[in-house]
């Protein structure tokens, strides 16, 4: 029996309710047997700019998740040297979940547009399927996109989604300027983050 399994990568820094509402939005919609949650070291796009630790990073994604058996967290980017590329991430999941996996990764719709120009991107759609969150309504022109990496359009599963208008980068600038992000995260992950800014002051 193959199992269907969601790889969701990130800074999650700090992880939100907009990231909850994709990996359900995934499971449901792709019949996803669990998505796992693979917190970045450092982002090879983004640099070392991160607001919270490694351990503060996994701590919240572990709280945020808790509730529901079918989201697990993977320190797998974590535990090997940086900078962490999603096909040699792919390629290890493989392995440690075995032949009779079959991998989906989950990504937005603006990421796709950039997608051929990845590190690998052949490889990544050999790898797995790619779970593409789009907005209501929006079709990303997929045949212009097969022809700067061929496969990609057989590769793509489209997961319509309500747009959720939270980023983590918004988030950390209010955390910053001392602004209360209480309701853009659930109830354990706000309770870390008090934790965090108390053992600041």
């Not at 980068?169 to 602004?179: D, S």
Request: glycine fraction near 8%; aromatic fraction near 8%; proline fraction near 6%.
């Amino acid at each position: 029996m193959t199992i269907r399994l969601g790889v969701f990568g990130g800074t999650f820094d700090p992880i939100h309710i907009g990231h909850l509402i994709i990996a359900q939005e995934a499971c449901e919609r792709l019949s996803l047997d669990r998505v796992l949650f693979v917190p970045a070291r450092v982002s090879p796009l983004k640099g070392d700019g991160t607001l919270f630790t490694a351990e503060q990073r996994t701590e919240m994604v572990r709280a945020a998740i808790a509730a529901d058996p079918r989201f697990v967290v993977s320190t797998i980017d974590l535990e090997r040297p940086a900078p962490s590329y999603t096909v040699d991430t792919l390629r290890l999941l493989q392995e440690e979940w075995g032949p009779d996996t079959q991998l989906y990764f989950i990504l937005g719709v603006d990421s796709l547009l950039t997608f051929g120009y990845w590190y690998r991107p052949d490889e990544i759609i050999r790898l797995a399927r790619l779970a593409v969150i789009s907005r209501p309504g929006y079709e990303p022109d997929l045949i212009g996109l097969d022809q700067v990496l061929p496969g990609l359009a057989a590769a793509t599963d489209l997961v319509e989604s309500v747009h959720i208008g939270i980023s983590s980068t918004e988030l950390r600038r209010r955390l910053q300027e001392g602004a209360s992000v209480r309701y853009f995260v659930n109830e354990p992950v706000w309770a870390l983050l008090q934790r965090y800014q108390e053992g600041q002051a």
